[in-house]
């Protein structure tokens, strides 16, 4: 999907913790320096004032409280990074534990997601994870069939991908003659108007597929002009729980794994080349278009 400047997240926590030891140490060590170097100062000023007055000369207390905020000032480098501290954290926080933003590069997922969509991930759907080194503590759910999910990729994991859940762990996956099929059960098909890609002028057969035993009715692509068998795919880890023909593919699901494949069929590089998705990799669930700035008419829920 994308590549977030190699870690983001760690980028992030990075920056919050030098942000956060300046801020505290500010908070702890040095307001107390500044404070007594102050009060020593003013005492020093009061000292001055008072002996001037006693000799009839005539002070002006004007400039104590300019003196004071002077001193007490703190350094410009303490200024910005002490400041800046609460906004990154509020950020790492939301974007760790609650909501993440991406924004779609390709057209993988086309209809339910075209490119130049910006979309909300949840973080929380599927449980509670550390950030950075993305380890699942708390249990909440688990992807299931017809989900929408981003994920590391498990071929470069500093990419995020997103693609729709197919199949959990358990569960035969059969794609044959562009038609899906789960444990024996194919899904249902209704013919759609055809769909214009407006980039490069040209269509494609368009069907609401309804998911067995998933209850989710979404919208597919298929090109008549793409084969119906998976080219080259990639000797991926267990592999071997996996058939392919001429008429497409058979995979058992790991348990622990899920099958991934994007909703614009014959455009999209997903489980039937790379392989499965450990639940390690999973990132949240895609729920909301917030934004597109070349059709705002795309804002909404994800299905």
């Known amino acids: 999907m994308q ?7 760690l980028i992030l926590f990075i920056l919050m913790v030098i942000s956060g030891v ?17 009060e020593i100062a003013l005492a020093a ?18 400039g104590r409280e300019t003196l004071k905020e002077k001193l007490m000032k703190r350094p ?5 990074s002490g400041s800046f501290f609460p906004v990154i954290a509020a950020v790492f926080v939301i974007r ?10 390709s057209s993988s997922m086309v209809p339910t997601l075209e490119v130049g969509d910006m979309i909300l991930v949840s973080k929380y759907s599927y449980g509670i994870r550390l950030p950075v ?43 044959r003659n562009k038609k899906l099929t789960v444990n024996g059960v194919e899904a249902k098909y209704q013919p759609m108007s055809d769909y214009l890609d407006t980039e490069s002028l040209t269509y494609s057969k ?14 597919i692509l298929n090109d008549d002009r793409a084969p119906t068998y998976v080219p080259h795919p990639d ?56 934004m597109n700035l070349n059709d705002m008419t795309r804002i909404g829920g994800i299905h």
């Open 3 to 9: 590549s977030l400047l190699g870690n983001f997240a």
């Open 22 to 38: 300046v801020w505290f140490y500010d908070k702890l060590v040095l307001v107390k320096k500044r404070k007594a170097a102050a």
């Open 45 to 62: 000023y009061d000292e001055r004032n008072a002996r001037m007055k006693a000799e009839g000369i005539k002070v002006d207390d004007s």
């Open 76 to 80: 410009m480098w303490v200024e910005y």
């Open 96 to 105: 760790s534990f609650l909501w993440e933003p991406f924004r779609i590069p």
């Open 133 to 175: 080194i993305n380890k699942k503590v708390i249990g909440l759910g688990d992807p299931e069939k017809g989900d929408v999910v981003v994920f590391k990729f498990p071929k470069d994991t500093s990419l995020d991908y997103i693609k729709r859940v197919v199949g959990v762990g358990g569960d035969k996956i059969e794609y």
């Open 206 to 219: 368009q069907f609401e597929e309804d998911l067995s035993g998933a209850g989710v009715k979404h919208r």
């Open 235 to 290: 000797r991926f880890k267990n592999r071997q729980m996996c058939t392919y023909n001429v008429e497409g593919f058979s995979c058992t699901v790991p348990e622990g794994y899920y099958f991934m494949m994007g909703d614009n069929r014959d455009n999209s590089l997903d489980s039937r080349y790379w392989g499965f998705v450990p639940d390690e990799y999973i990132v949240g669930r895609a729920f909301l278009v917030w």
